[in-house]
């Protein structure tokens, strides 16, 4: 092989290395290779960070290109506390015995505590008066309906039980106003004396009626002569008999007759009590208790679970630094490179041919 077409060859290599270098170039910029890497630590400090987590680089070429830190987890430190606290319960109707268990959070200084154990330490009870309903008065009514000629009380006595203790009581409440609720239809019997039962006429209310000596009395066709003497509204005679036999009065033979009248009567509602009506007091108890309990504080110290984030990026170590451009330029080289290899591998080729044949 001449020195012609070695030197095509080289060159034609030549143009094959620079293609695959601007290949490399172009690739390692299109990818984008990265790893993730995240590692936890504890400290009472959120804003510390901790260096010698993350290596500077990983095998396969990859660089730590960003270092992220973050709260994962805060945990406020407790401890544990005896406290001795004094409670008073009031308006015991009965000396009842203080709860093993007062409350499952304790509160002081706005600030809740969880109660872990919990005990009496003692007791006491001393007599009380017990104001009932809201310090000692509340709303009491009642009311009470007035039918024909009944009359309502001045006061009523009802029946108070106190929402807060659960106590019955009687409280006395005046009456305060009377008002007319509707109306209704009674009955009632009314005596008329019949005078000089043994003569053939009565004389009533200057009118003469006619003396049958009948079973009833003559009232039949006289309706509105015995209405006028019954001051009732919308009276009307219903029934009349005689009330008995005949008697003497004054040396007068008399007999009464019954009659009986429907009316209307109005019905009353009369109302009694109202609002701030004074309520007795009752007896009971007021306990006073003193607890030991141990509760859980916070201590004013968080540890902060926190979280180191490490990104790595590929990089290309034989094509660092080379931009698209310069890519572009060495491919351009490449292709001219190869055409000229080519030109005289084929060049030398004629050559050799030409001078076989002439000789």
Avoid at 2 to 23: D, E, P, R, W, Y
Avoid at 267 to 277: K, L
């Amino acid at each position: 092989m001449n020195k012609t077409v070695l030197f095509g060859m080289s060159i034609a290599l030549s143009s094959v290395l620079l293609f695959q270098t601007a290949f490399a170039a172009t690739k390692s910029d299109s990818e984008d290779d990265t790893i993730v890497m995240v590692q936890t630590y504890e400290t009472s400090d959120s804003t510390e960070t901790r260096e010698g987590l993350f290596e500077d680089e990983l095998e396969g070429g990859y660089e730590l290109k960003l270092l992220e830190y973050s709260i994962q987890e805060e945990i406020k430190e407790t401890e544990e506390k005896v406290i001795s606290e004094t409670y008073v319960t009031k308006d015991l109707l009965e000396k009842e015995e203080a709860p093993l268990t007062m409350k499952y959070e304790y509160e002081k200084g706005n600030k809740l505590y969880q109660i872990v154990t919990l005990s009496v330490l003692s007791s006491e009870f001393k007599d009380q008066k017990i104001l009932l309903g809201n310090e000692g008065k509340d709303t009491v009514t009642a009311t009470y309906e007035v039918h024909g000629d009944a009359t309502a009380p001045m006061t009523m006595d009802v029946e108070y039980t106190d929402q807060k203790t659960g106590a019955t009581v009687t409280v006395t409440i005046p009456k305060e106003r009377t008002e007319q609720t509707g109306t209704e239809k009674l009955e009632k019997d009314v005596t008329v004396t019949f005078y000089d039962y043994d003569a053939p006429s009565f004389l009533f209310d200057g009118v003469k009626i006619k003396n049958d000596k009948g079973s009833v009395p003559p009232i039949s066709g006289y309706e509105s002569l015995f209405l006028g003497h019954v001051d009732l509204a919308d009276a009307e005679i219903i029934s009349y008999e005689w009330d008995g036999e005949a008697y003497e009065s004054n040396g007068e033979l008399c007999r009464n007759a019954k009659i009986t009248v429907s009316y209307s009567s109005p019905v009353y509602t009369a109302y009694y009590g109202g609002d701030d009506i004074e309520l007795p007091t009752i007896d009971g108890f007021e306990r006073t208790d003193v607890y030991e309990a141990t509760i859980t504080e916070e201590t004013g110290n968080i540890t902060y679970i926190m979280k180191a984030q490490a990104t790595y990026e590929k990089a290309s170590i034989e094509t660092k630094g080379i931009t698209p451009l310069q890519a572009s330029l060495v491919t351009a080289g490449g292709i001219i490179a190869l055409g000229a290899g080519v030109i005289l591998i084929l060049n030398s080729v004629r050559k050799n041919r030409e001078k076989k044949g002439s000789a």
